[in-house]
């Protein structure tokens, strides 16, 4: 039986967002539509707060980590001035390569922002040493699937650097 091991540090990748979610270089205000323009795309800068992160683990004590363990999060996101909120992101992460290479997890996230939702999924590779989350994480790059609102049909990626113990940057790169 999974049990779910709370968790108050920025530990794998969801840590994503937390996103986070999961992802460095413009605005996100009230109005996204103030984010940077950089040839012919839009670029939104968001900082994310890790707020909750439960992780549910196959073994029991959640140690080592293996294959098929989850990640649940939300992080609260705010402009790039870390003042404002702006909204938020909630996703999944799962191990789906436990080893000590740092292993891998495949992430969803939606990015709840202003106007519409951004939906986003990739890998995170070196999140795992000795079978616990690597501090810092590293910084990663995830697609953008889709999204609803004023990013329907979005296109591009979101770029997550760490920046404190559960706080992330997110750099959202729209292809259109």
């Not at 795309?41 to 890790?50: A, M, N, P, S």
């Not at 649940?72 to 702006?86: A, G, H, M, N, P």
Request: with cysteine; hydrophobic share 35%; aromatic share 6%.
């Amino acid at each position: 039986m999974m049990r779910p091991i709370r968790a108050a540090c920025l530990g794998t990748a969801t840590s994503l967002v937390v996103l986070l979610a999961g992802a460095p270089v413009a605005a996100a205000t009230t109005e996204i539509d103030s984010a940077h323009v950089k040839g012919g795309d839009r670029v939104i800068t968001v900082i994310g707060h890790l707020a909750q992160q439960t992780r549910f683990p196959v073994n029991l004590g959640g140690v080592p980590a293996a294959q098929g363990d989850r990640t649940v999060f939300r992080s609260i996101l705010f402009d790039k001035y870390d003042k404002k909120q702006v909204g938020e992101t909630n996703g999944t992460c799962t191990t789906t390569r436990a080893e000590d290479n740092g292993g891998a997890e495949e992430c969803v996230v939606t990015y709840n922002l202003p106007g519409g939702q951004l939906t986003v999924q990739g890998m995170v590779f070196g999140i795992l040493t000795q079978g616990r989350p690597t501090i810092p994480p590293p910084s990663f790059d995830n697609a953008i699937t889709g999204g609803t609102g004023k990013f329907d049909q979005a296109r591009g990626q979101v770029h997550a650097d760490t920046i404190g113990t559960g706080v992330r940057r997110f750099t959202i790169d729209l292809d259109r």
